[in-house]
């Protein structure tokens, strides 16, 4: 009889130690985030939670915030930008290198995902000191293009894991009954691997739209982007409309996730 | 036909050897199929172009640019020095600023272990309907502005913060605790802000991995933990250097979580080259300091990818 209690031991403490941690982990990643919302709806001017009343003028106050609206634009304008760029760009890398099992593409590959290794800030330095040596003034378009680096490897990601998942056969086939190469990547490649492409787009949108390490140099007075803004507020006064602003962009990036998850499958093409 | 003996046209004995000549056909049919796919392909290189020469030109070229402005007196590339790596190695407060900064992201990495591995585990192992909506949660918070993330530990964890307020009403503390403006406090929320870029990679070569695996060590005797350390975790290996990697670099180069809940007495390099570069206009200084955090981060890196390799050689070699 000992052999099974002592086998039974093993399995419920092993289920209690993991669930345990997962739990807390879990906690962990979704409690900061309601106390954010909830914070934000309170109706005084201090951070206090639980805050002792509730009210919207955090975020009516908002509409009058036009710096803050104005570095929104920006950074809503380079987001877009720097994604439209790296779908183009990481997509016709994808197709190069992501059917190739050769060393160079291999190499390549590891070339290309390299921006999410190497510290984006000695980058986003590096691009400053790039930009002022060629004489090119610093504008949103700069920003875009220290943007695009960073933004690549996820579409790159995304993009070759659905390419694998492709059968060569239906190229084959597309290509032995006449079709030009052009013709095919349109109305057979593209819509299969038109999921992957959309859900590195959503990635790339939101790891610019929230980038600080190569914004806070590519940056200035007049370009100033969102996330900086509100550092920059949030390091000098703590201010309730960040709260609200924050609410904001909670509210926004959920409404994007599922929209995401219905046409992309996001959380699928990421594991 | 009719003629030949009758064990000749029994299928059932004939097949082997036919199966296996058909099977060579197929595999050399199969070989010049590729050979010719792979020719009519060649024009695919040409897709690399764009982002090829993107690469070069606004990320290769930045970084070599840097490299050559620390090492010249100036941002014109005049004159060659090594007097900014020689000022920053022989300097003991920015050696300990760049070690503080390597030991803040092995610990954040550490945390992150310690709590990733279990929500993998749990992500992987929980019913179809639930793994979606948890996988979902993990997600949430890397697609919510760093900012707003950060923002939120600061109300957390402030002097009049909740956590502070729920100790302090629980009697665990006599006053308040200073975690705002600490190294835990760092590395806590770090660990959090960073957490899903070590749960994905887990969770990817955690479903590779063969159920049978665990389900035959448990069969043959082994208990859970011992099947989970002897069977599950070496071959989780990939997915744990993977997102250590990646948790590792995003640490050391997280200015926003370092600055506002580390505040300015406790400094890392992001910040310093940040001060460096506008504050100070230290450029050529800026730029070494840059290359310096740039071999570090890479050499940790590195040897993330060594272990990994290393204990992969051990079982398997």
Redesign the interface.
């Known amino acids: 009889m000992a052999r099974p209690r002592?086998?039974d031991l093993?399995?419920s403490?092993?289920?209690a130690?993991?669930?345990?941690?997962?739990a807390?982990?879990?906690f962990?990643?979704?409690?900061?985030?309601l106390?954010?919302l909830l914070?934000s709806f309170t109706s005084t001017a201090s951070?206090?939670?639980p805050p002792p009343g509730y009210s919207l003028r955090w975020y009516t106050a908002l509409l009058d915030a036009h710096q803050m609206q104005q570095a929104a634009l920006n950074s809503l304008k380079v987001a877009a930008a720097a994604t439209a760029l790296s779908v183009?760009?990481?997509t016709?890398?994808a197709?190069?290198?992501g059917?190739?099992s050769a060393r160079w593409a291999k190499i390549?590959d590891s070339?290309?995902m390299s921006?999410?290794?190497?510290?984006?800030?000695?980058?986003g330095?590096?691009?400053?000191?790039?930009f002022?040596?060629i004489g090119v003034p610093l504008s949103l378009a700069t920003l875009v293009?220290?943007h695009?680096?960073v933004c690549?490897p996820f579409v790159l990601r995304t993009t070759i894991a659905s390419l694998s998942q492709l059968d060569?056969a239906l190229l084959?086939a597309s290509?032995s009954l006449g079709a030009g190469?052009l013709f095919t990547f349109r109305r057979v490649t593209l819509p299969l691997i038109g999921r992957g492409i959309a859900a590195g787009a959503f990635?790339a949108f939101?790891a610019s739209?929230?980038n600080?390490?190569v914004s806070?140099?590519l940056t200035d007075a007049r370009t100033e982007v969102?996330?900086i803004h509100?550092?920059q507020i949030?390091?000098t006064d703590?201010d309730v409309r960040?709260?609200a602003a924050?609410g904001v962009?909670?509210f926004a990036?959920?409404i994007?996730?599922v929209a995401a998850?219905r046409f992309a499958g996001?959380?699928k093409q990421?594991? | 036909m009719t003629a030949a003996p009758a064990a000749e046209h029994d299928p059932e004995k004939r097949a082997p050897v036919f199966e296996k000549i058909m099977l060579q056909q197929k595999v050399k049919a199969r070989w010049r199929f590729v050979e010719k796919s792979s020719r009519f392909d060649a024009p695919e290189w040409r897709l690399l172009l764009p982002l090829g020469a993107f690469f070069v030109l606004f990320f290769a070229a930045p970084l070599v640019v840097l490299f050559l402005v620390s090492l010249s007196d100036g941002i014109a590339l005049n004159g060659f020095t090594v007097a900014h790596y020689a000022k920053f190695l022989t300097d003991a407060f920015s050696l300990s600023i760049l070690f503080d900064t390597v030991v803040l992201g092995i610990k954040a990495t550490a945390v992150c272990l310690v709590f990733g591995l279990p929500l993998a585990w749990v992500c992987v192992h929980a019913h179809p309907r639930l793994r979606s909506l948890l996988v979902f949660l993990v997600i949430l918070p890397i697609l919510t502005s760093v900012v707003v993330r950060t923002f939120a530990w600061i109300v957390i964890l402030g002097q009049q913060g909740i956590l502070n307020k729920t100790f302090l009403s629980l009697g665990l503390i006599d006053h308040p605790l200073r975690l705002l403006f600490s190294e835990v406090g760092v590395v806590m929320v770090l660990a959090q802000v960073q957490m899903p870029l070590m749960v994905l990679p887990l969770i990817t070569t955690l479903q590779r991995i063969d159920p049978n695996l665990a389900d035959a060590s448990r069969a043959l005797g082994a208990g859970h933990w011992r099947t989970f350390r002897r069977v599950i975790l070496p071959l989780w290996l990939p997915g744990l250097v993977a997102g250590s990697i990646l948790v590792f670099a995003a640490c050391t180069t997280a200015f926003v979580t370092q600055t506002l809940i580390g505040g300015a007495r406790l400094v890392y390099m992001p910040l310093y080259i940040y001060q460096q570069a506008t504050g100070a206009n230290n450029w050529p200084f800026a730029a070494a300091m840059s290359v310096l955090l740039m071999i570090s981060v890479l050499l940790v890196v590195y040897l993330l990818n060594l272990a990994g390799r290393a204990r992969w050689a051990v079982r398997h070699g």
């Open positions: 002592l086998l093993d399995r403490s092993f289920r130690v993991i669930g345990a941690l997962a807390i982990a879990f962990f990643l979704v409690f900061p985030t106390i954010v914070t951070l206090r939670f183009v760009l990481g016709s890398g197709l190069a290198i059917r190739s390549l070339i290309f921006p999410l290794l190497l510290p984006a800030l000695a980058f330095f590096a691009a400053l000191l790039y002022s040596l293009l220290g695009i680096a690549v060569p084959d290509l190469p990635l939101m739209f929230d600080v390490p806070l140099f969102l996330p509100l550092w949030i390091d703590l960040t709260a924050s962009l909670i990036t959920v994007l996730m998850e996001l959380s990421l594991h």
